[in-house]
Nanobody
Framework: QVQLVESGGGLVQAGGSLRLSCAASGMTFSINDMGWYRQAPGKQRELVAGISSGRRTNYADSVKGRFTISRDNAKNTVYLQMNSLKPEDTAVYYC????????????WGQGTQVTVSS
């Protein structure tokens, strides 16, 4: 079965950087489009960035120019490099499959907490 394990979160000051990793198993990783999502307290889960199997990328307007999604198919891992972090980026970050406009996947990993202090 599919398993997604996110890591790399932490506490960082505004303006700082973090790199998140998501190790995937139980799937043929290289052929799947993957995405990073986040959920802040009291808010719905939202797409942050997506990357296709062909490495085309898509970003939420709120993170364009600050975040970069990438993938390493040899390691079955997708990354999210987050720079110039803002307090409003504080959330639990998750990875999952990616399909534009769809977020209703049944399975989600445990996520990784990102907290940005002002």
């Amino acid at each position: 079965q599919v398993q997604l394990v996110e890591s790399g979160g932490g506490l960082v000051q505004a303006g700082g950087s973090l790199r998140l990793s998501c190790a995937a198993s139980g799937m043929t990783f290289s052929i799947n489009d993957m995405g990073w999502y986040r959920q802040a307290p009291g808010k719905q889960r939202e797409l942050v960035a997506g990357i296709s199997s062909g490495r085309r990328t898509n970003y939420a307007d709120s993170v364009k120019g600050r975040f970069t999604i990438s993938r390493d198919n040899a390691k079955n891992t997708v990354y999210l490099q987050m720079n110039s972090l803002k307090p409003e980026d504080t959330a639990v970050y998750y990875c999952n499959f990616y399909s534009p406009g769809y977020i209703g996947y049944d399975y989600w990993g445990q996520g990784t907490q990102v907290t940005v202090s002002s």
